[in-house]
């Protein structure tokens, strides 16, 4: 049995270790990185607390800018995350764009996903959701029992995880910021946004590449 993990206090405590022996061992880099962030690589991940971007990159602060919900959603109606796109795509037409582009967006699903799961199983009951459900639980995943009604209720929990990366990949490829980003980075030259679909495996800490959309070529 391995211990209980650490509760808030607990955490508390170990990031004053973290702090003091990060600054040991990379002296300079937090007073630097408190000037300004510059990330190449935007993550939306499931929020599954076995899942932190950060780690399993082996990421330093400042190389991941982060979103993170249940299931791994690009919803278009969910501002939190339309925000992250618009501020990380730095998109021209925004008021509050941020000042660096990102040049790659990774939404990354992962074995064992809870989420999918549910949805899968409220998709084989094949009970007729309301879309305005009063749990908002239920709300959010709906577009993952619509999905796996789409696909089939046959299929395996592995390959719906699979089907949703390809789904929110597909979503973020096809979305206005996206598109405008392909456009600006053509005339200006510059390095367009790539979006890639990766699956965590919990088991063996390993990130699999699943799928990746890139600007097409006759942008
Ligand atoms: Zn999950």
């Not at 499931?46 to 919900?69: K, L, M, Y």
């Not at 029992?145 to 949703?164: C, F, P, Q, W």
């Not at 490829?173 to 456009?183: F, H, I």
Request: charged share 25%.
């Amino acid at each position: 049995m391995s211990a209980l993990p650490p509760d808030a206090a607990t955490l508390l405590s170990q990031n004053k270790d973290w702090a003091s022996k990060f600054q040991e061992d990379h002296p300079g880099f937090l007073p630097e990185s408190a000037d300004g962030q510059r990330p190449r690589t935007l993550w939306l991940g499931c929020s599954d607390s076995r899942v932190p971007e950060s780690v399993i990159t082996a990421a330093f602060p400042g190389d991941i800018f982060v979103h993170r919900n249940i299931g791994n959603q690009a919803s278009p109606n969910d501002d939190s995350f339309q925000s992250v796109l618009e501020f990380t795509m730095s998109d021209p037409n925004s008021p509050v764009a941020a000042s660096f582009r990102v040049e790659h967006i990774v939404i990354v699903g992962h074995i064992g996903c809870g989420a999918v799961e549910a949805g899968l199983d409220l998709a084989q009951w094949d009970t007729d959701l309301p879309d305005k459900s009063e749990f908002p639980l239920i709300r959010w995943i709906l577009p993952i029992i619509k999905l796996a009604k789409e696909v089939g209720t046959s299929i395996s929990l592995d390959d719906l995880i699979k089907e949703n990366i390809r789904r929110q990949v597909d979503i973020v490829a096809k979305s206005t910021l996206v598109q405008r980003n392909w456009e600006i980075t053509k005339e200006e030259q510059e390095t367009p946004v790539t979006i890639h679909g990766w699956l965590y495996h919990l088991g063996t800490g390993l990130l699999e590449p699943i799928c990746e959309v890139a600007r097409p070529d006759e942008k």
